[in-house]
């Protein structure tokens, strides 16, 4: 059975740093395209990034230069390392797991290319 539960979410300041994780299980992270996405109220749900099983990364433009996304295959966990938050950053924040193998980049952050997702948790970004 495919499960992943993400933690780590908070409430920072501007400029404020937060990591997440996603702990899956049934299957091994190494070998699957995911990702990591967010929905703030009242807006539709964004791909921040993705990482295919060649390790080739894709991020969302507004995340570039801030974000980092990873995976600890030992552990089977990816993890999203965010730095320099602003309020706009502020969302629920999902894991997702895709197809097999590598990260078509053209549809890496689209939501609808994800069958698997986790229950999220909430980042708050104050001013």
């Known amino acids: 059975q495919v499960q992943l539960v993400e933690s780590g979410g908070g409430s920072v300041q501007t400029g404020g740093s937060l990591r997440l994780s996603c702990a899956a299980s049934g299957y091994s992270v190494s070998i699957y395209c995911m990702a990591w996405f967010r929905q703030a109220p009242g807006k539709e749900r964004e791909g921040v990034a993705a990482i295919g099983s060649a390790g080739i990364i894709k991020y969302a433009d507004s995340v570039k230069g801030r974000f980092a996304i990873s995976r600890d295959n030992a552990k089977n966990t990816m993890y999203l390392q965010m730095n320099g938050l602003k309020p706009e950053d502020t969302a629920m924040y999902y894991c997702?797991?895709?197809?097999?193998?590598?990260?078509?980049?053209?549809?890496?952050?689209?939501?609808?290319?994800?069958?698997?997702w986790g229950q999220g948790t909430q980042v708050t970004v104050s001013s």
């Open positions: 997702a797991r895709g197809p097999l193998g590598r990260c078509n980049m053209d549809w890496a952050l689209q939501h609808n290319t994800y069958p698997y």
